[in-house]
C-alpha cells in the first residue's frame, strides 16, 4: 500500500498499468516515503550519498529490475522498470542515479556484452548490492563526443594495461567495479574501443571525489584515474567488439529511466506545490485561490499528464522490442526539460520557503541541472532528433 504521497494522475493512467506494475510501484512509492523522505534533506546539506539506504535496494530488488530472474535480478517488465526509477526519483535524482548505473550501465553490458562466467561472478552480486559498480565513459576533454576517447587499452602478454582518466563517474568512489570504455586501437577509431570490467582494488586504479557541486549533492561524483592498471585477458567484455555503438546501446538503457525519472520529480514538485498553495494563506485567503497560482497549477498537471502518457508509452515500446534509441532520446529530452520547468514554478510557488532544503522542489530544480547534461546533454537529444528528422548530422 502506497504511503502519504498518492501521486498525480489525472488521466487515469493508473488504470494503463496491470495489476504487477502498479504493485511494483506501491512498493517503491512506500519505501522512498518511509526511508528516502525522511533523511534526504540532511543527506542533501551534508552532501553525502545515504549509504545506509544501499541493502535495502538490494533486498527490494530495484537493481537490473529488467534483467532475467537467472542471474538472480528480478526480471520485470519495462514499465515496472521505468515506474521504479519514476519514485526513486520522486524522492532525489541521486537515489535514482545511484540505481540507474547500477542497472544500466554496470549489470546491462555486463549481461549484453559479457561472458557466462562474467555474468554468475557479477550479476547476482550487483543485484544484492554486495557489489557497488560504475560507469566510465566520460573523460575530461571528451564528454559529449565520447568516440574520441584518449583512454587507451593496450594488450600485454597476457592481458591489458590500461591508462588514461574518466570524468564525472556516479558511484565511482564507491565502486568496486567499474566498467571502463577503452580505446585499443588508433585514437578517433570509433570500430576499436571496448569495455573492461575492472575491480576497483586493482593497482594503478583510483578515484577521486568530485569537489565543488551544487547539484545532485546526495551523490557520489569522481574522477577516475587509470595508471598501467594491468588487466587479465578475460577483464574485456568479450561481446563488446561494435565499438562505439555498444557504449551507446548502454546510455539508451540508462535514459530510458532517466525519461521515467523526470517525471517522478515533476510529480514530488507538483505534490508539495500543491498542498503548499492550499495551506498558505494570503491577502486573506490560500494562494490557491489566486487565478496566477492556479494557471501554475494548471500548467505543470498539463505537463506531467503529458509525459506520464509519454513514458509509459515508451515502456510498452521497450517491451514490445520495437523501441528506437530516438525515441528515448525524444523522451530523455522532454521530461528533463518538462521537470526542469515544474521544479522551477514549483519553487516559485512556495515564495521564500522555496529555497529551503526541507522542501523540495528546489532541490529537484538544482539536481534537474546535471540531468539536463548528462547522460547526452538536451542539445545533443536536440541533434540526434534533428539528424533523424533530415537525415543530416549537424553534430
Ligand atoms: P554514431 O556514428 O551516431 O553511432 C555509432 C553507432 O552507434 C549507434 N548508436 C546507438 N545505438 C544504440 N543506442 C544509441 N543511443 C545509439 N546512438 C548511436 C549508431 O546507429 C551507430 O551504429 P552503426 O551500426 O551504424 O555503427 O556515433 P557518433 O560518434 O556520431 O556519436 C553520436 C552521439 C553524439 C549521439 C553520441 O556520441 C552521444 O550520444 N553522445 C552523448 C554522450 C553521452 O550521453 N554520455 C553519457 C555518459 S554516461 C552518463 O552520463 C551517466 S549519468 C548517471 C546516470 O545515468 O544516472
Ligand atoms: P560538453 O560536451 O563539453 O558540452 C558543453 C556544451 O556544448 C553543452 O551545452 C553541449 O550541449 C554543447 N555541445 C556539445 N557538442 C555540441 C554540438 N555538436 N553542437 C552544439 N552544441 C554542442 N559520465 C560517465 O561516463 N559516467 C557517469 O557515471 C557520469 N555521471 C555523471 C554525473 C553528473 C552529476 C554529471 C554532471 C555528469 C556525469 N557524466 C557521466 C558525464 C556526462 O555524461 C557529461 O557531462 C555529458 O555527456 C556532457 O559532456 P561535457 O560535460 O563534457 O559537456
Redo the contacts with the bound molecule.
Keep these: 500500500m502506497a504511503g502519504r504521497f498518492q501521486g498525480i494522475d489525472f488521466y487515469d493512467v493508473d488504470g494503463l498499468l496491470t495489476e504487477e506494475e502498479r504493485m511494483v510501484r506501491d512498493t517503491v512509492r512506500d519505501w522512498v516515503e518511509k526511508r528516502v523522505m525522511p533523511i534526504i534533506a540532511d543527506a542533501y546539506i551534508e552532501r553525502r550519498f545515504p549509504t545506509e539506504l544501499i541493502p535495502e535496494i538490494g533486498e527490494l530488488g530495484m537493481l537490473g529490475a529488467n534483467l532475467p530472474e537467472e542471474y538472480g535480478c528480478a526480471g520485470l517488465n519495462n514499465v515496472a522498470y521505468g515506474l521504479i526509477m519514476q519514485e526513486l526519483e520522486r524522492g532525489d ?1 541521486g537515489i ?2 545511484f540505481a ?2 547500477q542497472g ?2 554496470v549489470m546491462y553490458p555486463i549481461f549484453a556484452f559479457g561472458s557466462e562466467e562474467q555474468r554468475r561472478t557479477w550479476l547476482p552480486r550487483l543485484a544484492t548490492v554486495e557489489a557497488v559498480g560504475c ?1 566510465g ?2 573523460e575530461p576533454d571528451y ?5 574520441g576517447m584518449i583512454t587507451t587499452a593496450r594488450r600485454t602478454g597476457d592481458g591489458w594495461l590500461l591508462n588514461g582518466a574518466k570524468m ?1 563517474i ?1 558511484n565511482g568512489s564507491m565502486a568496486d567495479v567499474a566498467v571502463v570504455w577503452a580505446q585499443t586501437g588508433e585514437i578517433g577509431d ?1 570500430s576499436t574501443i571496448r569495455g573492461f570490467v575492472v575491480p576497483t582494488d586493482t593497482p594503478g586504479f583510483s578515484a577521486r571525489d568530485q569537489k565543488g557541486k551544487m547539484s545532485l549533492l546526495a551523490s557520489d561524483t569522481s574522477e577516475l584515474v587509470l595508471e598501467d592498471v594491468a588487466l587479465p585477458e578475460d577483464a574485456m567484455l568479450p561481446g563488446s567488439t ?4 555498444h ?6 538503457q ?2 530510458y ?2 525519461a521515467w525519472g523526470g517525471v517522478g520529480a515533476a510529480m514530488a514538485c507538483f505534490d508539495e506545490a500543491l498542498s503548499y498553495a492550499k495551506e498558505r494563506v494570503m491577502f486573506g485567503g490560500p494562494i490557491a485561490g489566486k487565478q496566477i497560482q492556479q494557471a501554475r497549477l494548471a500548467d505543470m498537471l498539463t505537463q506531467i499528464t503529458q509525459n506520464q502518457l509519454l513514458v509509459l508509452q515508451l515502456g510498452r515500446l521497450k517491451d514490445a522490442g520495437t523501441m528506437t ?1 530516438q525515441q ?2 525524444l523522451a530523455k529530452r522532454a521530461t528533463v526539460d518538462m521537470a526542469t520547468n515544474v521544479a522551477r514554478e514549483a519553487r516559485r510557488l512556495l515564495g521564500a520557503n522555496g529555497i529551503l532544503v526541507e522542501y523540495h522542489s528546489m532541490r529537484h530544480m538544482a539536481n534537474l541541472e546535471s ?1 539536463y547534461t ?4 538536451h542539445d ?1 537529444h536536440t ?2 532528433l534533428g ?1 533523424k528528422l533530415t537525415g543530416i ?1 549537424a ?1
Excluded at 143 to 147: A, E, F, H, I, M
Excluded at 242 to 245: F, M, P, Q, Y
Design positions: 535524482f535514482r542515479s540507474s548505473v544500466s550501465l560507469f565513459l566520460t564528454g559529449s563526443n565520447p568516440g564525472w556516479t570509433h561494435s565499438g562505439l555503438k557504449p551507446l546501446m548502454c546510455l539508451t540508462a535514459r529511466g532517466i534509441p528515448v532520446s540531468v548528462y547522460e547526452g546533454t545533443i541533434l540526434i539528424q548530422s553534430f
